[in-house]
């Protein structure tokens, strides 16, 4: 058996809470679903009388179990305006898991849920989010997660702790911020833990839960990891003897909704078919094997394995007669919201030995001495040589972060990149290169610099870069501040300027109107000024020049659409296109003798032109209204004397010779 199996707290104190209800209320009894999720613990429930709803509309009257894995507060809400009476026997860590999300949600984190989209545990989760928390299954979803986003992680209660780790680790990769509440149950973890343990030391591995119980087919999935042939039974009934053939030694483990009647069951069946003169035989030839058990003693730093993690405390194998536990407040020297940020199953690990042995028989071990021992030394030898070290960002404070670099680190926020950090939340969780710049052991105060780093870094880059860098050559670079007068260009550790003249062919009155902050552009490399390390660079050079096909898109004699793009004394500078202005002389702007342009046009104003001259190498173009307006004069003469000699010719009547007379004589009458 499995030292760790069958009803949790959780479900215990639900079933215990629907029988007293049962017994105390005179009117039926509703459970929201099916208490648990074993099909013979729900049969056995409706044979006492408590019937199995699926709405809260359903209830007309009488008393309401919630069951463990907890509703949605508008379910809640929704049945006391029904007054019904409410028995809550959502399970406690389900209870803290939900509350976490809607404190996470009031806080403005994107709450995300790892674990099964579809479970009725999740999706209550979820409805304390108001909606708003996204479930993530896997990495793989993980990865889909948005980068911007300020992350708030809470796990289903029966997650496999492997699963949740893999999920952070791809937050982690990505560099997002977040938080972590690991809810995580301790049973389930320890439950799972056993299984494993077990798995790897039989035969046979039977796991005994409901088929549809998240938790027990998560069981199920851990022993088979193991290399243990599982399977996943409800009842003794579905045992076969086939299994057991030429097996030794069978393991046996219970879901958290499984009853001990059913356990003992599925036990007794499974002693009628391992092979017991065979199990005897394996016992007592492993009782020929000899264990070296390692004495240890206080004070003794020794290397450990990790065995297993839950939310508050570490077991570690040593190789003494028992595993040593590391709490979670001797993991590390800053403050752990989740031993999961710090260590996982297999690490490899030095830890101090604090006490042989507790009130409780424990060894009690402490990574933070062992690692607070190490460090001191390798600081003091990386400060001397003035070498970097490596740590992980803990925390935000005030004034900067806490680093662990084995001792507990503090790096200014004034030194941690080359310029100003305005959110130093970003940092949380990313490990760090820094130089220590000053320590005292005495009093357990380190002052980190990474900013010295990247200022090294920066000044050989920008040397290899100035060595290395042509004049005429093309380079990627970002774009790091705009000016009014152009932008800084970041070619590869070195900045370089980047003219508003130089950014287009056409005229601009700001840098924002062609780049942007982070932008990645390509440009090339005007001059370099060695002995002043200045960089001039040109974007309009790397793209067309519309000057070059001119000639084609706007032919001699052709008639375009142009803008009135300013006034001169002499005439109007027009726009055919970005980069491409001509102008129109004053003498062309009309037909008529004017003294001012702005008699005939505005800024600002389309007009249509005709294109009378090109010098493509002195990027000039000869333009005229006037010969657009007199072509439009002559087609309209033309058109007009083509209409009169269709019309037929005018004939004189007598009545057009005199008709006036009679209207005339009319009128006097």
């Not at 982690?172 to 799972?192: F, V």
């Not at 009155?509 to 990645?520: A, C, I, Q, R, Y």
């Not at 980069?579 to 342009?597: N, Y």
Request: charged share 30%; aromatic share 4%; glycine share 8%.
């Amino acid at each position: 058996m499995a030292s760790k199996a069958g009803f949790c707290s959780g479900v215990k104190r639900a079933l215990d809470l629907a029988m007293d209800t049962l017994k105390e209320n005179k009117g039926p009894v509703f459970t929201l679903g099916p208490l648990v999720h074993n099909p013979q613990v729900v049969a056995s429930l409706v044979e006492k009388g408590i019937r199995v709803i699926d709405d809260v509309s359903d209830i007309q009257e009488g008393a309401l179990v919630i069951r463990s894995h907890g509703v949605r507060p508008d379910v809640l809400l929704q049945a006391r305006e029904r007054g019904i009476n409410i028995i809550d026997a959502t399970c406690p860590n389900v209870r803290r898991a939900q509350e976490l999300a809607g404190e996470l949600t009031e806080q403005g984190y994107q709450v995300v849920v790892v674990g099964d989209r579809g479970h009725p545990e999740v999706q209550g989760i979820v409805g304390w989010t108001n909606g708003k928390a996204v479930v993530v299954e896997n990495p793989e979803e993980a990865a889909l997660l948005d980068s911007e986003a300020r992350l708030g992680i809470i796990a289903q209660t029966t997650q496999m702790q492997e699963n949740l780790d893999a999920i952070v680790a791809v937050i982690q990769e990505k560099g997002m911020g977040y938080k972590l509440c690991n809810t995580i149950c301790s049973a389930t973890s320890q439950r799972q833990a056993a299984a494993l343990k077990l798995a790897g030391d039989v035969g046979v591995m039977i796991v005994a839960g409901g088929a549809n119980s998240a938790n027990t087919r998560k069981l199920a999935s851990i022993c088979r990891k193991s290399g243990a042939a599982t399977y996943l039974i409800e009842t003794a009934d579905e045992l076969d003897p086939a299994w057991f053939k030429g097996v030794t030694t069978a393991g046996l483990t219970a879901g958290a909704s499984t009853p001990d009647w059913i356990i003992e069951e599925v036990r007794k069946r499974m002693d009628e078919f391992v092979d017991l003169d065979g199990q005897e035989q394996e016992q007592e030839e492993g009782m020929k094997d000899t264990v070296e058990v390692k004495a240890v003693r206080p004070g003794e730093i020794v290397k450990g394995t990790v065995v297993h993690v839950s939310p508050d405390e570490v077991m570690v194998d040593i190789g003494a007669k028992s595993e040593g536990v590391v709490p979670i407040r001797e993991l590390s020297c800053c403050e752990v919201s989740s031993p999961q940020d710090i260590v996982k199953v297999g690490d490899e690990i030095d830890v101090y030995v604090l006490k042989a042995e507790d009130n409780e028989g424990r060894l009690i071990l402490s990574k933070e001495k062992a690692d607070t021992e190490k460090s001191w030394g390798r600081l003091e030898e990386a400060m001397d040589a003035a070498e970097s070290v490596e740590g992980v960002v803990r925390d935000v404070v005030k004034g900067g972060l806490i680093v662990d670099i084995g001792v507990r680190a503090f790096l200014p926020a004034s030194l941690v990149e080359r310029g100003y950090v305005e959110d130093l939340t970003k940092y949380l969780g990313r490990t760090i290169t820094c130089r220590v710049i000053e320590m005292n052991r005495g009093r357990k105060k380190v002052i980190l610099s990474r900013k010295a780093l990247l200022e090294e870094e920066y000044v050989r880059l920008r040397q290899e870069m100035m060595e290395n860098l042509q004049e005429n050559q093309v380079v990627k670079g970002i774009v790091r501040r705009l000016t009014s007068f152009g932008a800084f260009v970041d070619i590869g550790g070195v900045d370089g300027l980047l003219h508003i003249s130089e950014m287009s062919w056409h005229r601009i009155n700001h840098p924002s109107e062609v780049v942007k902050v982070n932008d990645e552009i390509e440009v090339m490399v005007l001059r370099i000024d060695r002995e002043k390390e200045k960089i001039s660079l040109g974007l309009k050079q790397v793209l067309p020049n519309p000057w070059d096909t001119v000639e084609q898109r706007y032919p001699v004699d052709s008639i375009v659409t142009a803008k009135v793009v300013r006034l001169a004394p002499f005439g109007a500078f027009v726009q055919l296109e970005p980069g491409v202005e001509g102008l129109v002389h004053i003498s062309h702007l009309a037909d008529r003798h004017i003294a001012r342009p702005d008699e005939v046009v505005t800024e600002g104003e389309e007009i249509n032109v005709k294109v009378l001259n090109i010098d493509t190498g002195e990027k000039r173009i000869r333009l005229s209204i006037r010969e657009v307006d007199r072509g439009k004069q002559q087609r309209e003469y033309r058109e007009s004397a083509v209409i009169q000699a269709q019309e037929p010719a005018d004939v004189v009547t007598i009545g057009d010779m005199v008709g006036d007379l009679f209207d005339k004589k009319e009128e006097q009458e």
